[in-house]
């Protein structure tokens, strides 16, 4: 694969999306950054900057189309994006409130629509070029839906799928579609579970393995393996079998809206 050198990652100020834009800066490298919290998001691009990387940050939210198809279009008149990465998401499950049809219309908002907006205006400034290469991330929650989580679980089932068919969609014009799929990752979205969470791993390694697998093409960036092989085999076994075994693990917090 070509090496980008315009890159472009939404939730930018935190977790998978600050350590991506930590791994990727270096000399030569332009970063456009988005997210929600001004201080957080300059924190990480002023790091950025430190490596050598040229950034540019925005600060809305991904469900704001406008502000989103405008910062994307922004960037790239200024240095032709060749990587975006539509990494912006929110979460919360059940434990303590329920999940609310407030709590459940936010997450896929966020986790679907400000996912499709991005990919869709980076699929529709990438076309004339015939080139460029789309991420999206989705989750190891895609794969089976989980009652503590059940909006999460279904928006990122929707992105993974979304994502495989427009690979094949795109890829005759030059375009490239990973999903990536990664297990419990270090970050604000877990540091609120109060439960074991199998495989923890430190942001900056997802965010190797990540680069990685970009850099190779890779259609699907899933990880840790082990976890993978857990899940894969849960959603392959009847529901009776699993949903009794389910229902009994542990809550993610819901949110009070």
Request: glycine residues 8%.
């Amino acid at each position: 694969m070509r090496e980008p050198k315009s890159i472009a990652i939404t939730g930018g100020s935190s977790g998978i999306g600050a350590a991506l834009a930590r791994r990727y800066a270096r000399e030569g490298r332009i970063l456009a950054l988005s997210g929600r919290d001004a201080q957080r998001l300059e924190a990480v691009a002023q790091e950025c900057r430190t490596a050598g990387a040229a950034v540019e940050t925005a600060v809305f939210d991904v469900t704001d189309h406008q502000a989103l198809g405008n910062w994307l279009r922004q960037s790239d008149q200024n240095h032709p994006l060749d990587l975006v990465i539509a990494n912006a998401g929110i979460s919360a499950g059940t434990g303590a409130f329920g999940e609310s049809a407030t709590q459940t219309r936010e997450i896929l908002a966020v986790n679907v629509d400000g996912v499709v907006s991005t990919v869709l205006e980076a699929v529709a400034l990438m076309r004339p070029r015939r080139r460029g290469q789309i991420a999206i991330m989705s989750s190891l929650a895609a794969f089976r839906g989980f009652p503590g989580a059940p909006a999460y679980c279904a928006s990122k089932a929707a992105v993974r799928v979304w994502g495989e068919a427009l690979r094949g969609t795109v890829a005759g014009e030059g375009l490239t579609v990973s999903v990536i799929c990664p297990g419990y990752i270090k970050s604000p979205m877990t540091a609120v579970n109060d439960f074991p969470m199998p495989f923890l791993m430190d942001s900056d390694r997802a965010a190797r393995i990540i680069e990685r697998g970009l850099a190779a093409g890779k259609a699907r960036i899933v990880f840790p393996r082990r976890l993978f092989a857990a899940v894969w085999l849960l959603s392959l076994l009847p529901p009776s079998w699993t949903d009794p075994l389910l229902t009994r693990l542990p809550e993610k917090p819901a949110s009070d809206s």
